[in-house]
């Protein structure tokens, strides 16, 4: 369903933030909405993420005497909310310029009760812990609204797991880096470099002071577009975390058709997150590895299959790692995690790709896989005609018993042949004219005498006069179906044309058995057709992936 778009001019907040305003848990809020008549109505955001009118929802708190107590943190964020609106990145960044010299001017954005508010708490905790409850916040409203803003705490987790252990004297770099959460949250907090990107100027500005303010050392961010204006054209790092924008054709292929970053191919304006693996790839020192978060349609796209073939060509794609749906921000659409490792030289590239599929795991649950989650394709199984890299895809396969499906589908195969004649009708020559050439009826006269019913998809007998089978296989001759056939060859019952033989109850019975007889031998023909199907294709896959081989 589509989102409703903002009714008023003021502020909105999602119903994590009410409950903070009010002291109280979401689902109190949950239950506010449901409980009184008058609780205000949402005023944009989607079904399962509406926002509300933020001086609509404070006078409804008013009204009702709840959150009267607000602590000073919530009364921050409510003020910010009131002075910037919807751009809220702009009023944490400024809120943390402060935190960061609270003896200092303050930003001129800033309202004098948020000022009073900042200098407050820092006060009473420490410039660290302040910014870091701003940040929360902030992931949480931009998460809550639904949108892709930020990365998610369980896509940082998951990178954070697959990452490992990090060196204390590593270079670790994100090309988008946001609020600088992802970079700032891989490997241990103090002795790693730190180096990151990002397109926007407020949210790269509350990254280096996060950053500053939490006692890290040797963290540099910078603004800018990565793609169009890489600043970190010599840098060449041990690892590369990112979760870079998605669906973006605007990337600026026309001006960088001739880049040396696209050393695995040109990526087509459609696969912009194809730009940015490579962007990130160019970045990696030998020996240094790549955790890109990705969608999954990247992993199979028709455009990108050149790209992807040479990163398993060359031994530099790893891993890829299906994470549980749930996981991303503000969709529950599975999205993976890609591994890619630079090789110091042409021996020390990789010879399989790991495939690990969590899908079917809760999102917060354990990302460690178990054995059936787990497969390790060879580089020549991969590149086929569609190079799909969809890690379920291959762990599926893999862990398929060959062996027995294919016995099993041999003596399905034998019991069906020996009893796929069986039902066909005992017929004899009539010699006689076409039975619809003697006397018969129309449906449609059928139906007004209340003998015949419509039913999905076909006529049935209404009266004990009529039998169903008898009917049904009569539509089906050829003259009927003729009639009901349009000339784009759509086939729909043509009620007043169809035609049945007139016959006594007894005289239709015989011929509805034959005609029920014909229905089932064509369901087991049917049936045996797909077994036939089913049972060659799992031959040829089994002899080509070694899992099936000749008798002797």
Known sequence: ?????????????????????????????????????????PAGGGVNSPLFDL?????????????????????????????????????????????????????????????????????SSSAGDVVNALAERFT???RRAGSDQVTSPRIVRAVRHFAGEVEVDATLFDPACGTGTLLLAVGPQSGPRRCGQEADARSARFA??????????????????????????????DLVVCDPPVGDTDWGREELLLDSRWELGTPSRAEGELAW??????????GGRVLMVMPASVAYRKAGRRIRAELVRRGILTQITALPPGVAASHVLPVHIWHLRRPHSLGDAGTSVRMVDLTTNDPDGS???????????????????????????????????????????QRELTEQVRLLAEPL?????????????????????????????????????ASDQLDTDFLQGFLRSAANTRRSTSASGTFRLDGKGARVPQMDIAEQRRYGAAFRALQEFEERARRLAELSREAAALARDGLCNGALAPDD
């Open 1 to 41: 369903m589509a989102d409703t778009p903002a009714t008023s001019g003021t502020p909105l907040v999602t119903g994590s933030e009410i409950a903070r305003l009010a002291g109280v848990t979401r689902a109190a809020v949950s239950n506010w909405r449901r409980r009184y008549d008058d609780f205000p109505a």
């Open 55 to 123: 001086a609509e929802v404070k006078a409804w708190l008013d009204k009702q005497r709840k959150g009267r107590d607000l602590s000073e943190e919530v009364q921050l964020w409510q003020a910010l909310r009131s002075a910037y609106g919807d751009e809220m990145i702009a009023a944490v960044a400024d809120a943390a310029q402060l935190v960061a010299g609270p003896e200092k001017k303050a930003p001129a954005a800033l309202p004098e009760d948020a000022v009073r508010l900042v200098r407050g708490l820092v006060e």
């Open 140 to 142: 949480d409203s931009v």
């Open 208 to 237: 280096q002071l996060r950053a500053d303010l939490s006692g890290r050392t040797r963290v540099d961010i910078v603004t800018g577009d990565s793609l169009r204006d890489d600043r970190w054209a010599d840098l060449k790092a």
């Open 277 to 286: 693996l490579q962007h990130a790839y160019a970045h990696t020192a030998p």
């Open 367 to 409: 990302l460690d896989p178990r054995l059936d989650q787990v497969a390790d394709v060879s580089l020549i199984e991969l590149l086929d005609d569609l190079v799909d890299l969809t890690p379920g895809r291959h762990v599926e396969g893999s862990h398929r018993d060959y062996a027995a499906e294919y016995q099993a589908l």
């Open 425 to 461: 009708p005992m017929l004899r020559a009539a010699g006689g004219p076409s039975t619809l050439d003697g006397a018969s009826v129309s449906v449609a006269d059928l139906a007004r005498a209340g003998l015949v019913e419509y039913g999905d998809p076909e006529p049935v007998s």
